[in-house]
């Protein structure tokens, strides 16, 4: 059982270190951002208001990123983190139809932190935290607070299916980070060793992308997916 408290994110300066570097040490960010902004629009625009949960949320991103489309939605946003929630909280404080709550995934598995009926449940390199039963249960738990036709999008690093092609992933994410820093005109080694940390964290538990599609169907979903894929970067999901 993963245990939030013992884990890097349980301490500020981890948190505040992953929120500083996300958009370069992270594939595609913002491409991810645009797919499920898009995603958004075409399943909602006109079903409005849309009740959206955000799984481990960190600095509240996601939710932001789906504001800016205009259509009107009310959020709970979940994280273990204060610190996340914090600068969540900052980030959104424009927006008063929204709410944080501070509850570990176990505990949301658990039933002991929210409940509802959502439309849109979404999450953003955080259920890579949890082992492949607790990513089952999630998911069995996201299955039950979806309202009828919800959907849920996860957007997450995965195992490649073997180690030749998680070696090549590796090598692919490395050249993204050269190319970002040249772009960016960022000198000297930071980043370079992104990939050796990511595998070095025991924190860091990601499946294979059939075995998560398969999870979501057991679960009872349909219209399972993957949306987009760049090495490890996945973004996936399903329709209840
Ligand atoms: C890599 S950050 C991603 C944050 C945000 N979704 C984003 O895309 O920028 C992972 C987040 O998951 C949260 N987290 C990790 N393990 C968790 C757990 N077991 N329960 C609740 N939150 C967790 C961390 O506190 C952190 O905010």
């Known amino acids: ?3 939030f408290k013992k884990s890097n994110w349980a301490e500020p300066d981890f948190s505040r270190r992953f929120v500083e570097s996300a958009d370069i040490a992270i594939v595609e960010r913002k491409r991810s951002h645009a797919i499920m902004r898009s995603f958004f629009r075409h399943h909602f625009a006109g079903k ?38 914090r600068k969540a909280a900052e980030r959104l404080k424009d927006y008063p139809d929204t709410r944080t709550v501070r509850a570990s995934f176990q505990e949301v598995i658990a039933g002991k932190a929210v409940a509802g009926d959502f439309d849109f449940v979404v999450s953003s390199l955080a259920i890579h935290h949890l082992d492949m039963a607790e990513k089952r249960e999630l998911f069995g738990w996201v299955y039950g607070n979806l309202g009828n036709s919800g959907y849920f999008m996860n957007i997450d690093v995965v195992l490649a299916p073997n180690e ?41 538990k990601p499946d294979r992308l059939d075995v998560q599609l398969e999870a979501l169907k057991d679960c009872g979903f349909h219209d399972v997916d993957c949306y987009y894929k760049y090495g490890i970067f996945a973004i996936y999901g399903g329709k209840k």
């Not at 509240?60 to 789906?66: A, C, F, Q, V, W």
């Not at 590796?170 to 005109?185: D, N, P, S």
Request: charged share 30%; glycine share 8%.
């Open 1 to 3: 059982m993963t245990d």
């Open 48 to 85: 409005e208001p849309v009740e959206i949960l955000d799984l481990g949320c960190g600095d509240g991103i996601l939710t932001y990123e789906l504001k800016q489309t205009g259509i009107s939605l009310s959020a709970t946003l979940v994280d273990g983190s204060e610190e996340m929630l």
């Open 164 to 204: 030749a092609l998680e070696t090549w992933c590796l090598v692919l994410w490395q050249e993204w980070i050269a190319e970002k820093k040249a772009l960016e005109g960022i000198t000297g080694d930071i980043y370079d060793d992104t990939m050796k940390r990511y595998k070095d964290n025991r924190d860091n």
